[in-house]
């Protein structure tokens, strides 16, 4: 099982960008690479997905307009730019390859998380 590895996580103003990557040891053989998010005290929630073979996309309802996830093949990374960003936007951002769902029971390989924090 290849190894998930985020970065790009930080503290950034409301209104601001940031682009978290994660990149996988080897060749990334599963369905869809996912990111989710959550935040202290909360369930951990889908944020977006991206079909590793197709790179079609889904997104949730409250980032849709504002993020995009992307992936670069031949490195083995999927990324996630975040625009417009909102203090409730604020979480711990997990990287996840799976079967290519909302729900993160069909993930069954997951990093190790990198936090963002949007101050108001």
């Known amino acids: 099982q290849v190894q998930l590895v985020e970065s790009g996580g930080g503290l950034v103003q409301a209104g601001g960008s940031l682009r978290l990557s994660c990149a996988a040891s080897?060749?990334?053989?599963?369905?869809?690479m996912a990111w989710f998010r959550q935040a202290p005290g909360e369930e951990r929630e889908f944020v977006a997905l991206?079909?590793?073979?197709?790179?079609?996309?889904d997104y949730a309802d409250s980032v849709k307009g504002r993020f995009t996830i992307s992936r670069h093949g031949a490195k083995n990374t999927v990324y996630l730019q975040m625009n417009s960003l909102k203090p409730e936007d604020t979480a711990v951002y997990y990287c996840?390859?799976?079967?290519?769902?909302?729900?993160?029971?069909?993930?069954?390989?997951w990093g190790q998380g990198t936090q963002v924090t949007v101050s108001s």
């Open positions: 996840a390859a799976g079967a290519g769902s909302s729900r993160r029971y069909y993930y069954d390989n």
């Open positions: 080897g060749r990334i053989s599963s369905v869809a």
């Open positions: 991206i079909i590793w073979s197709s790179g079609g996309t």
